[in-house]
Every structure is written in structure tokens, then in C-alpha cells.
């Protein structure tokens, strides 16, 4: 059962701040912004039960001092929380270009004095392409969203449906909806864009797609699952098990910049972490790692890029 999302869980939240340090360390420090799901509360979808479920140990590896801040330890960690319930009494009328917006404003707030510190990206599934979108948005608006897409450095892309949900078919999960709920507190628009074939969804990918045609380009990593997922179990009480992201529909684009590895997990739990040891948690790891390293390297190459043009 998903915890219900409070207005105290909605918009930006700072998980980590990097230590303090001397002038010269602040200006390597770095943004990193993780973005949920539909269906998913803000906090909960980065945290794993280590313990039992009579005594649960939740561990959220985004915060977790022998983790993520481990990995990057100049840099901000941040997570950006929305309304995503499409069924139940608490249901929102959400789609990707209502959220798109809404992260970018926040960013602009929480950034306003720090336009071009390097950014990266962690984003699962629906999260995914709220990204896109928002990115897409700054590229073609540099004046409403300045240095916004040219500080992004790296994207990490956890069972993002850039073709499409295979295994999970909307008519399916609005059928399991409905046999559970009213049909006012059930909403179709959020799922129509992980519908393969769906024309929005093509759109932003391949405009994206273009903005990949520059010159230090982004790093992007994509995971996709090992695992089926028992996805008639998010709404109702029958046993749909299925694949939802496929590896061709869970890997962006074929460019030398944009990786891809294999998670041995389902696709609800290939964003949930509880140790450093866990052989996922280590490929994840050296993805992170390497896009720290290199994002400031990025940053300024972009700048000097864009100095010699002018």
C-alpha cells in the first residue's frame, strides 16, 4: 500500500548537503535531484526493507551516508516530489507536461544563485520522462530556464518507458481499477502516455533526441529489469505478472554517450537500495561515480563551446 502524499511531501526536499567547505571546494560541489514514479510516494520509492515486516529497517539510499552521499560526496542531494495517485480517493488528474513545468520552477527557486552548477538526474520510470520534458522545455526556452539543460550533465534512467509500458497495458490496469474503485476516483490521463505507440510520448523522445546532436552531450545510463512484475497487484487482487519495461523500450537511444545495464530486480524494486555490498547497488555505483567525475568537466566544455560560437 502506497503511503498517501501530504502538500509537506509535494516540490523539492534536500536529503544531503556536502560538508562545508573552502571556496575553492564549493565550486566543485554538484545538484543531484531524484524524480518517483506514478503511484509512488516521493520518499518511499528510494527506500528498502532491510529488517522484517513485523520490524521493518527502511533504508533510503539516496540519503544513506555509505551510499549515494558516499558516491558523491560534493555533491547536494536533493528529491522532487508530485501528486501521482491516478486511483483511490486520492486520485490527481497528473500528466507529464503538468509536472515538466512545476520541477523546473522548482529548480529555478532552489538554484537561482547557482545556474550552472553541474546537474544530474536519477529518475524512475514515469520519472523519466517527466525529465525529458522538462529538459526539452529548457532547451527550447533558455531565457525562462536559463542554464538549466546546458548544466545538465548526466541522466539515470531506472525502468524508463521511452516506447512504452509493454507489460503493462492500460486497458488492463484501468479494467483492475475500476473492478476496485468508482470511476470518478479512477484517472486514465497519466496512463496514456506509457501506451507504446502513443504520439506525445514519441514526440518528446525524439525531440530530445535531437538536442543529443550536440557536442558534449549529457551521459545518460539506462537499467532496465531482470525480473517480472506482478503488475495486477498495484490496483486490484488478480495476478497479472509481467515485464513492464523491455530493454529495447528502457534504453533511450543508441549513441556513444547513452549506456545501458541489466538490474536482477522487478520493476518495482530496481530503484530500492538498502547496502553499499548489493551487487546492483555497485553497478549503479560506478555509473554515479563516473558521471561526478566528469560533470564539471562537461559544464566547461559546453561554456567554452558556446564562447567560441559567439
Excluded at 521493518?56 to 555533491?75: I, R
Aim: hydrophobic letters at 40%.
Amino acid at each position: 500500500m502506497v503511503r498517501a502524499v501530504t502538500d509537506d511531501d509535494i516540490g523539492l526536499k534536500v536529503l544531503c548537503e556536502p560538508a562545508k567547505a573552502t571556496a575553492e571546494e564549493a565550486a566543485q560541489i554538484i545538484d543531484i535531484v531524484a524524480i518517483h514514479g506514478i503511484g509512488a510516494h516521493p520518499d518511499d520509492t528510494w527506500c528498502k526493507n532491510v529488517g522484517t515486516t513485523e520490524n521493518a529497517q527502511w533504508v533510503n539510499w539516496l540519503a544513506k551516508e555509505d551510499m549515494l552521499p558516499a558516491l558523491a560526496p560534493n555533491a547536494r542531494i536533493m528529491r522532487y516530489g508530485y501528486q501521482s495517485q491516478w486511483f483511490g480517493k486520492d486520485t490527481m488528474r497528473q500528466k507529464v507536461s503538468t509536472v515538466a513545468p512545476r520541477l523546473l520552477l522548482a529548480l529555478k527557486r532552489k538554484r537561482e544563485d547557482l545556474l550552472f552548477r553541474p546537474l544530474i538526474f536519477i529518475a524512475h520510470c514515469f520519472g523519466g520522462l517527466v525529465v525529458l520534458k522538462a529538459l526539452l522545455d529548457a532547451w527550447n526556452n533558455e531565457k525562462e530556464w536559463p542554464g538549466m539543460f546546458i548544466s545538465t550533465t548526466g541522466l539515470i534512467f531506472f525502468g524508463t518507458p521511452f516506447r512504452g509500458a509493454e507489460g503493462m497495458s492500460q486497458a488492463e490496469m484501468l479494467e483492475a481499477a475500476w473492478r476496485e474503485y468508482q470511476e470518478d476516483e479512477v484517472q486514465t490521463e497519466v496512463l496514456k502516455i506509457l501506451e507504446p505507440g502513443n504520439e506525445f510520448l514519441q514526440e518528446i523522445v525524439d525531440k530530445f533526441g535531437k538536442t543529443r546532436m550536440q557536442a558534449n552531450k549529457a551521459e545518460v545510463a539506462c537499467f532496465f529489469e531482470l525480473k517480472s512484475s506482478n503488475v495486477g497487484r498495484i490496483v486490484g487482487k488478480e495476478d497479472r505478472i509481467r515485464f513492464v519495461v523491455s530493454e529495447s523500450s528502457g534504453c533511450l537511444d543508441l549513441s556513444d554517450s547513452t549506456s545501458k545495464f541489466s538490474l536482477s530486480r522487478t520493476h518495482f524494486d530496481m530503484n530500492k537500495f538498502g547496502k553499499p555490498t548489493e551487487e546492483d547497488f555497485e553497478i549503479v555505483g560506478d555509473v554515479i561515480k563516473k558521471m561526478v567525475e566528469a560533470a564539471h568537466r562537461l559544464v566547461l566544455a559546453r561554456s567554452e563551446c558556446n564562447y567560441a560560437s559567439s
